[in-house]
């Protein structure tokens, strides 16, 4: 079956870009997502990115995808205090069945 | 009122009791989620409806009862949970049963079991 993994926690600086990981095993995926969720609320979709694309940006935010490495990562420009929140990686694969497969979420921290 | 409403946000309940979780959602979706979220765990993807009809129980245990009475209303009945049911379930929409543009999540209902 599809697994999607996460580093579960980041730490950055208020101003510096964040990265955040992720990587699945399952190379039929069709899209791929980032989702964030502050405290005591859902998860917002905050970008998606087709299989058969390599990059995607979306004003402080930017995803690249290695489809051969099988690797997804969020790239935020000038992270900032409220940017502080769970991000989720998540995948529709055709062995799921194209259902949202989700990771286990990175923890970023903004420090001032 | 836009998007997918949970309520109650909060709910604290005893092993034998009986209660329900209710999603209702306005963007006109067909199809509706009810996922389990516990501590430093994936999302667990609990029942999938698509116009009304369950298309997926990943093997849930029956003491969690979906409702599905029409696209726009999702209800989950809980009787004789287990502490370890306690956790934020969430419920999503998406216009179909292929997300192709990903899931609306509301904002979930924090279960306490005691």
């Known amino acids: 079956g599809e697994d999607v993994e996460q580093s579960l926690f980041l730490s950055v600086r208020e101003g510096d870009s964040s990265v955040i990981n992720c990587t699945y095993t399952?190379?039929?995926?069709?899209?791929l997502y980032w989702y964030k969720q502050e405290p005591g609320a859902g998860l917002q979709l905050l970008t998606y990115?087709?299989?058969?694309?390599d990059m995607k940006q979306d004003q402080r935010l930017t995803v690249l995808l290695n489809k051969k490495d099988k690797h997804l990562s969020l790239r935020i420009a000038d992270t900032q205090t409220g940017d502080s929140a769970i991000y989720f990686c998540?995948?529709?694969?055709?062995?799921?069945?194209?259902?949202?497969?989700f990771g286990t979420g990175t923890q970023l921290k903004v420090e001032l | 009122e836009t998007g997918v409403t949970q309520t109650p946000r909060h709910l604290v309940m005893g092993m034998t009791n009986k209660k329900s979780l209710k999603c209702e959602q306005h963007?006109?979706?067909?199809?509706m989620y009810w996922y389990k979220q516990s501590a430093k765990k994936p999302l667990e993807l609990m029942f999938v409806?698509?116009?009304?009809?369950?298309?997926e129980n990943n093997s849930v245990p029956s003491r969690f009862s979906p409702e599905c009475p029409n696209s726009s209303h999702l209800f989950l009945h809980l009787h004789t949970l287990q502490p370890e049911d306690s956790a934020l379930y969430l419920c999503?929409?998406?216009?179909?049963?292929?997300?192709?543009?990903?899931?609306?999540f509301g904002s979930g209902t924090r279960l306490t079991v005691v």
């Open positions: 999503a929409s998406s216009p179909t049963a292929t997300p192709t543009y990903g899931y609306t």
């Open positions: 990115i087709f299989s058969n694309m």
């Open positions: 409806y698509s116009l009304e009809e369950r298309v």
């Open positions: 998540a995948g529709s694969f055709t062995g799921g069945g194209n259902k949202l497969t």
């Open positions: 399952d190379s039929s995926s069709t899209y």
């Open positions: 963007l006109g979706h067909n199809a």
